[in-house]
């Protein structure tokens, strides 16, 4: 979960930084959530938002911070957690209101899916 291991502790292999084409990021993304690395899924997100066009950083800024939220989460840190879901669900709503595609993402589901955890810590 991003925190530094006691020395000789065996590591997770880290995410490249090259960003992905959008389905594989997506992609790569949940496949790191199931297995438990938030936070290795919001840097590929966050791989993709810095290489990806301007008009959708909303929605990969977005995808990132439920990442962080949920690594937030893991660690027990309730507000940053709740911060973070916020600020997603914000950035979400924003990006679904130019109807914009999202590569098969519901973003309108999603912006609600990071509201409903807000409170529930």
Not at 26 to 39: H, M, Q, S, T, V
Not at 63 to 74: G, I, N, P, R, S
């Amino acid at each position: 979960m991003g925190r530094p291991l006691p020395y000789g502790a065996g590591g997770v292999e880290p995410v490249s930084e090259e960003p992905l084409p959008p389905q594989e990021a997506l992609r790569k993304a949940r496949e790191l959530i199931d297995a438990g690395r938030p936070f290795a899924a919001h840097e590929v997100l966050e791989a993709r938002w810095k290489a990806g066009p301007t008009e959708e950083a909303d929605l990969w800024q977005g995808l990132a911070q439920v990442c962080v939220a949920l690594t937030h989460a893991a660690r027990g840190n309730q507000v940053g957690a709740e911060r973070l879901f916020e600020r997603a669900a914000d950035r979400l709503t924003a990006y679904a209101s130019t109807g914009r595609g999202a590569y098969g993402v519901n973003v309108t589901e999603a912006a609600d899916q990071a509201r409903r955890h807000i409170g529930t810590f």
